[in-house]
């Protein structure tokens, strides 16, 4: 913490019951052995547990200064892994240490559990694979990580959520190692065991896995009922800052980096960022005595009627009448509609959620807002940012129970009156039908194509140009038409069956599908959206002659088939999607671009290009039929009156 002394690995002490795992603590009883749940676990009436995805686990120990040099022997330390076969991605670290005690020989006094994480076999499908195994490593890849295991973009450079701003685009590579607990016996703690643990843990580590450069914890999350709470988070802080962890953003996740010149060895523990002081958790109700509220002397305080806990669970209506009651007669000026509540949530941060949309549009219509737009409340966040975290939220997560379900790609974009509400709240009161539509689709680079973002309008074009490229090669060569659908098979998959039978013996054809590729790159280059009627456009323009394409079309062949088709190449060429060679060929060009929370969501961008040209694949092709089999298709009516 800042202005405190932290004390060094070897001179850290921690509370005997602190846990130096990813959960939250059980306090012990003097005839049991402390442990941890890991949020997914639960007590019957009977005090057992009941235990899902990961049982309960053993806490570690306190730390202090290690009197014995000799305890740690290679010969009485054993460490070693396990593969899991069910996620071939991870690795179960379990070092233990092994002594003589009481005349009984290799008693465990001490061991720890850490995960090891590869992420690039599951990059496509990160937040699903990392849901599965522990409810930690599901805090861990929604909290840190995108959906395709990098670092948030807001962890990197918001002005307040990157906290010491120590952390970046490095951590996105490699493998990574999480430390899941460390327990010491009581008889053996105060000797530095815990430390030594660890810090053999992540030697070993180094030493077999020489990609993992970052180590991470979940130092802080611990049970909020103790009466101890804020100061086993403070040591458990401590500890891990002693041992050279830093804060990852203004998350509760702490890193460790092996570069030794990596930014974060440079940040004494003292300069780390401290998360500003909660004083009230989820589930507690009453506010703080001193916290500021907007009074009438006739119908009292009012904020305590939005905390954060009851406005999520108060219906739209029962918000509505509430404002109606408190709030209609205040001056739409009053200064006291920018007072805050303990967690510095203006009014607007309270009511930014998207269920409650009409409250938030009674607000735009009976208060001067603009002085609110700017407040940042103690997350960091201003009332535009808050809402579209939550927007972003429901864009990718859905809650089942205890399960988090990673949806992203079946996202339909935002409401009119989402959008609306998200503007209003950044500004705009007259935004252009660009700027609408690019909220609609979550553009955070304000130049996508609707809801194609400018990095992936050039991965589908370079598919387009290359394989307009490859298939016109061809017909140089002297190859029959069998030959030449057959060598092209992988770019007409999307073809209804009976086109395909033609495009045999029709050399018109296949040279107007083959042009019909270059007519969607061209369109893509005319920043335009390559919907049927802007490629025909462009088409028309070019003054095609012989009008081969006209003929393709004619005979059955579409625009969609071939724009789907570069899709899919798209995706296979991608570095967390397919095998990275787009990156390797056009990496200059593309960082040149501007980046977009878009980039890589392609599976989204086809789906709603699909339903906007028709609704529903062609089922007479082999993909478009496996495509409308294995996916939900319903609601796509709503899509052809999107704006583009």
């Not at 590869?118 to 995108?146: C, K, W």
């Not at 305080?301 to 509505?320: C, D, Y």
Request: charged share 25%.
């Amino acid at each position: 913490m800042p202005g405190e002394d932290v004390q060094s690995p070897e001179t850290t002490n921690l509370d005997e019951n602190m846990s130096a795992s990813l959960c939250a603590v059980i306090p012990p009883t003097e005839s049991e052995p402390v442990s941890v749940g890991d949020g997914s676990n639960s007590s019957n009436s009977n005090g057992e547990s009941s235990n899902k995805k990961s049982g309960s686990r053993d806490v570690d120990d306190s730390n202090a200064p290690e009197s014995d040099e000799e305890m740690f022997d290679d010969e009485d330390e054993e460490d070693d892994y396990t593969e899991s076969e069910e996620w071939p991605w991870l690795k179960t670290f379990s070092p233990n240490v092994q002594r003589d005690v009481n005349g009984k020989p290799n008693q465990e006094i001490a061991c720890c559990t850490a995960w090891f994480i590869d992420r690039e076999p599951i990059r496509h499908n990160f937040y699903t694979e990392m849901e599965e195994p522990t409810q930690d490593l599901s805090e861990l890849a929604f909290t840190v990580f995108d959906r395709w295991g990098c670092l948030k973009t807001e962890i990197k450079d918001h002005p307040i959520k990157k906290g010491s701003g120590i952390w970046g685009e490095e951590i996105d590579r490699g493998r990574i190692l999480v430390i899941e607990y460390v327990k010491v016996d009581k008889n053996f703690r105060r000797q530095g065991i815990a430390n030594k643990l660890i810090e053999d843990l992540w030697l070993k580590v180094r030493t077999t896995e020489p990609d993992c450069s970052f180590a991470m914890v979940w130092a802080t999350h611990l049970n909020s009922g103790e009466d101890d709470d804020k100061s086993r988070i403070e040591s458990a802080v401590s500890f891990f800052r002693a041992m050279g962890f830093r804060r990852i953003g203004t998350t509760e996740w702490f890193c460790l980096a092996a570069n030794a010149h990596h930014a974060a060895t440079k940040l004494s523990a003292q300069d780390d960022f401290n998360l500003p002081e909660r004083l009230f958790s989820i589930g507690s109700l009453p506010l703080h005595d001193g916290l500021d509220l907007i009074h009438s002397p006739k119908k009292g305080s009012f904020m305590n009627h939005f905390e954060p806990e009851r406005a999520f669970q108060r219906k739209e209506s029962a918000t509505l009448e509430l404002l109606n009651k408190h709030l209609s007669s205040q001056s739409s000026t009053d200064g006291n509609w920018s007072a805050t509540d303990r967690d510095g949530n203006t009014l607007l941060h309270l009511l930014a959620k998207p269920d409650m949309l009409k409250p938030l549009q009674w607000v735009f219509q009976h208060i001067a807002y603009s002085g609110l737009l700017e407040i940042r409340n103690h997350n960091g966040d201003t009332p535009a940012e808050a809402f579209a975290s939550k927007l972003e939220k429901n864009r990718t997560q859905l809650q089942v129970n205890a399960m988090v379900v990673h949806v992203a790609d079946r996202f339909q974009g935002y409401s009119e009156e989402e959008v609306e509400c998200l503007l209003k709240l950044r500004g705009l009161t007259n935004p252009s039908d660009v700027v609408k539509t690019q909220a609609t689709f979550g553009c955070t680079c304000g130049m996508c194509l609707g809801f194609i973002s400018p990095r992936m309008s050039f991965a589908i074009k370079a598919q387009a140009d290359v394989n307009h490229d490859m298939a016109n090669e061809m017909f140089d060569e002297g190859t029959s038409g069998e030959e030449w659908v057959v060598w092209n098979d992988s770019k007409l998959q999307y073809v209804a069956l009976p086109v395909l039978q033609n495009l045999k013996t029709n050399k018109s054809m296949r040279q107007g599908v083959t042009n019909l590729f270059r007519h969607v790159a061209d369109c893509l280059r005319q920043k335009q959206v390559p919907t049927t009627r802007n490629v025909l456009d462009v088409l028309e323009n070019a003054g095609e002659w012989p009008p081969c394409t006209k003929n393709f079309l004619q005979r059955g062949g579409t625009v969609t088939a071939v724009v789907q088709q570069c899709f899919d190449f798209a995706m296979d060429q991608d570095c967390y999607l397919g095998d990275g060679r787009h990156e390797e060929v056009y990496q200059d060009v593309i960082d040149k671009l501007p980046a977009c929370r878009n980039d890589r969501e392609f599976l989204f961008a086809k789906r709603v290009y699909t339903m906007h040209e028709g609704g529903y694949p062609d089922t007479s092709s082999p993909l478009g039929k496996r495509a409308f089999q294995d996916d939900d298709w319903e609601g796509a009516s709503s899509f052809r009156q999107r704006r583009y």
